[in-house]
């Protein structure tokens, strides 16, 4: 098999799967190329990786209708997310710094916990770009898009997102 910058487990749903190594590759050199402090670069995503958004986020609609708090779901509507549509990391990173002070950076996949906390420490979330495997839209076994965007943009400092910023 041809080497890879993205190195996968055996199990991950996409080991076999050329074509989607190949993505994965291709978005993990655009993280690996990106300047510190500039914004995520913007990622063509395929029809393929929208079917896959457009399934995972439809279903937690219902999920989200019955289980989310206020405040999630503030920040989702104040996000913009639809099932419709995949984000941009970095109008969300731009929406988060207005809200938080944090933004997002790109990273080619996972990273050291040392690495994400020295990050963290300078108010910067890195997060992945890439769209988990087609095969599982409901599973991933790593963090992607979908875990960075839904599982960690809405979450907002307990004194809410439109009336404070986290440290003041």
């Known amino acids: 098999m041809d080497a890879h910058l993205v190195i996968l487990d055996r199990d991950h749903p996409g080991f076999r799967d050329a074509t989607y190594r190949a993505r994965r590759d291709a978005i993990a050199r655009l993280a690996a190329v990106n300047v510190r402090g500039q914004p995520p670069p913007h990622v063509d995503y395929t029809v393929e990786e929208g079917q896959v958004w457009t ?11 019955r289980y989310a708090c206020r405040s999630y779901l503030a920040a989702w509507r104040r ?40 990050h963290l420490a300078d108010r910067t979330f890195l997060a992945t770009q890439y769209m988990r495997h087609p095969s599982t839209p409901l599973y991933t076994p790593e963090p992607d898009l979908i875990h960075e965007i839904v599982g960690h943009a809405c979450l907002r400092s307990p004194n809410g997102w439109s009336t404070s910023r986290v440290g003041e």
């Open 79 to 118: 996000l913009g997310l639809s099932a419709e549509r995949i984000p941009q990391l970095a109008e969300i990173s731009e929406e988060l710094m207005r809200a938080t002070r944090f933004r997002y950076a790109p990273v080619a996949g996972l990273v050291t916990p040392r690495e994400f906390m020295e």
């Open 55 to 65: 399934a995972a986020l439809q279903a937690l609609a219902p999920l989200h209708a």
